[in-house]
């Protein structure tokens, strides 16, 4: 069983675009979180959710729009995609009491918009 | 200049090497280090983890921490083709959830 899955593997789409990428945990976590890698392998936060209530929004275009449906549960909605959003998307989480030093990733989402 | 600092190699070694991963950080608030492995077209996995200065050691994993230079660094010993991957380090301050990455050392071991 997959810890922590995200959907899909890989996206492939033109600029200007809607898409959208979900990640679930069955791990039982309260913090959910989305990082993005860039081509030079550089993490970098982007949001993290703790039992559905957004507590990390870095500095990131509006177009990006995470959802908590449940405390299992952060989609990450990107709106008008552009070429620089190319990267791979990391869904990862954590458990309970706030010290996230034990992350548990997702294999990620590889996106390309041409 | 980036908080975290950290050689992108790669860094090729041979089988039974001894292998130093280092990073170098400029902000003295961060308290907790780790180290991740990320193995190709796959999520990091924590590896190593640990507060303040000094070391731990994990098998054939030994991860340091001079506060003092703000410098930490991963040793493996006996180093495995298997342990061929990129390693990335990570730290955090106290009382704030959010983990600052190196952008990763990517590691070659040869049979």
């Known amino acids: 069983d997959t810890a922590v899955s995200q959907t899909p593997k890989y996206l492939v789409t033109q600029m200007g675009n809607d898409k959208s990428i979900k990640c679930e945990q069955n791990l039982g976590h309260d913090t959910m979180y989305w990082y993005k890698q860039d081509s030079k392998k550089f993490l970098k936060i982007m949001f993290s959710?703790?039992?559905?209530?957004?507590?990390i929004n870095e500095t990131v275009p509006n177009r990006f729009s995470p959802k908590s449906p449940d405390k299992a549960h952060l989609n990450l909605h990107i709106n008008s995609l552009e070429l620089g959003d190319s990267a791979v998307y990391f869904c990862?989480?954590?458990?309970?009491?706030?010290?996230?030093?034990?992350?548990?990733f997702g294999s990620g989402t590889q996106l390309s918009v041409l | 200049q980036k908080e975290v600092e950290q050689d992108p190699g790669p860094l090729s070694v041979p089988e039974g090497a001894i292998v130093s991963l280092n990073c170098t950080y400029s902000n003295s608030a961060f308290q907790y280090f780790m180290w991740y492995r990320q193995y190709s077209r796959k999520g990091p996995e924590l590896l190593m983890y640990t507060y303040s200065s000094g070391n731990k050691e994990d098998g054939r994993f030994t991860a340091q921490v001079d506060k003092s230079s703000k410098y930490i660094s991963l040793f493996i010993r006996d180093s495995q083709p298997s342990d061929s991957a990129t390693y990335l380090c990570?730290?955090?301050?106290?009382?704030?959830?959010?983990?600052?990455f190196g952008t990763g050392t990517r590691l070659l071991v040869s049979p």
């Open positions: 959710y703790n039992n559905k209530e957004l507590i």
């Open positions: 990862a989480s954590s458990p309970t009491g706030g010290t996230n030093e034990k992350l548990f």
């Open positions: 990570a730290m955090r301050i106290s009382g704030f959830q959010k983990l600052v």
